[in-house]
């Protein structure tokens, strides 16, 4: 969708007052909610263990010859990450899900939020949310390359070479949206929810509560 400048300040700022009037009337809806740590996770021989009040201990094998690389909580959900795959498990669902890793790939960073986490490597980009316990995928580009992770209590955008990336902690798949050739990002805000990014040729929004990108020329 693409829009005029007048009509972008127009909509930009019926959609704030929208998130902002959601934030007064329904604010478990647009306020980060205070989940605490309902989960632990720990790694014993030959298997991951997710604790949670509702659940007791919930365990998922590891291989003989699978390694851990990492393993952390926060809030509603906790990550594995192994030699070979990504383990999440979900307090809502009260169960382990994974997703298996190309061979070779490269963990380069992850970052867990209350309700969702994001890893992210040299061949795709990864999402778990705690609220359904679902894995997602995003492959990158062979000369695609990650300049910025920007993330909030809501979601999580990835500013690439060749785009942007979003991934929201609610619905939907990653969405996208390619950048110009000479299209150079200026600033990345957050308000309510919602996911700012001014770049030198039109301000784009993702956020939960949107159907992937806006754009406004």
Sequence with gaps: ??????????????????????????????????????????????????????????????DAHETVISSSASGINAIVVTSRRLLGFSSRTLSWSETDRDLNEKVLERRLLPTFSVVRTDKHLYGFRGANG??????????????????????????????????????????SKALGIHEDITRLDNEKGLIIVTTSTRTLVFGSRLSGWDEFE
Aim: net charge negative.
């Design 134 to 175: 679902v894995w997602l995928d995003e492959p990158l580009g062979v000369r695609e390359t990650v300049k910025v992770t920007h993330t909030t209590d809501y979601g999580a955008v990835f500013v690439t070479n060749e785009r942007l990336v979003g991934f929201a902690s609610l619905l939907g798949d990653f969405s």
């Design 1 to 62: 969708m693409s829009t005029t400048r007048g009509e972008h300040w127009t909509f930009l700022t019926a959609q704030l007052l929208l998130a902002t009037l959601a934030w007064v009337f329904c604010p478990n809806v647009t306020e980060a909610a205070d989940y605490g740590n309902e989960v632990t996770v720990l790694i014993e021989p030959r298997q991951a263990v997710a604790t949670s009040q509702l659940s007791g201990r919930r365990t998922i094998p590891l």
